[in-house]
Nanobody, 122 residues
């Protein structure tokens, strides 16, 4: 049984920060973990991904502002978001794939995803 559970969303002013967390069951079976978001009226956007060997990839819109990381013993994936902008508003999802998929834009296509957490910047 695969379960991904996000937390840490909320409301923040422009320029503020949030850290999202995602607990991942059956962690060892996934080669790649990532984050994507869905904003109202917009397509899903892949943000960042990390391989089980530690390499990362980011989409251009979040480079230098967002950082993906993981705590393997805790089986938790993180997304640190700094200098948030109103256009970052949306529902944020973590996702997992059993194979290497090291292109951030592909994260919305991963096999497994969580239920999402709302981020509002205003």
């Amino acid at each position: 049984h695969v379960q991904l559970v996000e937390s840490g969303g909320g409301s923040v002013q422009p320029g503020g920060s949030l850290r999202l967390s995602c607990t991942v069951s059956n962690w060892p079976r996934f080669a790649t973990l990532g984050w994507f978001r869905q904003a109202p009226g917009r397509q899903r956007e892949g943000l960042a991904c990390v391989a089980n060997i530690g390499t990362t990839n980011y989409t251009d819109s979040v480079k230098g502002r967002f950082t993906i990381s993981r705590d393997i013993p805790r089986r938790t994936l993180y997304l640190q978001m700094n200098n948030l902008k109103p256009e970052d508003t949306g529902v944020y999802y973590c996702a997992a794939h059993p194979r290497y998929r090291m292109v951030a834009s592909e994260v919305p296509l991963f096999d497994y995803r969580g239920q999402g957490t709302q981020v509002t910047v205003s």
